[in-house]
């Protein structure tokens, strides 16, 4: 079973709306958290990375969330625009080892 | 910075066939990571070189492949003999540090075995 796990699978939302992608993970000990942004045929982008101590960060558009009490991220999207489709990755890092979502797959139309 | 290059951006070999994958990580950067990535597996870590020694080789599939770094510059991915359940994508990347720094990943390389 994945260690990290991201919900939705995929998602599809109109241009200039908000979205929310979650991230619950079970590893441990716990380092940091990171979400990347992966366009297609390209590949994985850093939008941020929160320790233990940080509950929010903020990249332009994209805040992530953390709650290492429950283990669970989350990113939402502002104002969403077509370039922000792409593949949103989960990754936590514990142990000195990164453990990554299958992503979110995430299709913004016009 | 041109950020971390790899090459070639696809590659089309049939079975047995040797396969060489490279990558030129960013300078300064004193960790390099190879990943694979398919739809049905995600992203894998397959060898990571710190100072160019290999430190955790654990997620090479098999003896079929080896990874070499010569010098900070270039680091070598080689698949001897390829199978066709290599096709995937293989990214190279590379960080300042291992633990907090985020990982910047060149844009992959396009396997395919036929």
């Known amino acids: 079973k994945n260690q990290v796990e991201q919900s939705p699978q995929s998602l599809i939302i109109l241009e200039g709306k908000n979205c929310t992608l979650q991230c619950n993970y079970t590893v441990s000990p716990f380092s940091n958290l990171r979400w990347y942004k992966q366009d297609t045929g390209r590949g994985p982008v850093s939008l941020t990375i929160?320790?233990?101590?940080?509950n929010t960060k903020s990249n332009g558009r994209y805040t992530a969330t953390l709650d290492a009490d429950t283990k669970q991220s989350s990113l939402h999207i502002t104002a969403s625009q077509l370039s922000d489709s792409a593949s949103y990755i989960c990754v936590v890092s514990a142990s000195g080892k990164l453990q990554f979502g299958a992503g979110t797959q995430v299709v913004v139309t016009p | 910075d041109a950020g971390v290059i790899q090459s070639p951006r696809h590659e089309v070999t049939e079975m047995g066939q040797e396969v060489t994958l490279r990558c030129k990580p960013i300078?300064?950067?004193?960790?390099l990571f190879w990943y694979r990535q398919t739809m049905m597996r995600g992203l894998e870590l397959l060898i990571y070189?710190?100072?160019?020694?290999?430190?955790?080789d654990s997620g090479m599939p098999e003896d079929r492949f080896s990874a070499k770094m010569p010098n900070a510059s270039f680091s070598t991915l080689k698949i001897q003999p390829s199978e066709p359940r290599d096709s995937a994508v293989y990214f190279c990347?590379?960080?300042?540090?291992?633990?907090?720094?985020?990982?910047?990943f060149g844009n992959g390389t396009r396997l395919t075995v036929t």
């Open positions: 300078s300064g950067h004193d960790y």
């Open positions: 070189f710190n100072n160019n020694v290999p430190i955790d």
């Open positions: 929160m320790t233990f101590s940080e």
């Open positions: 990347a590379s960080s300042s540090d291992g633990r907090d720094s985020p990982l910047h």
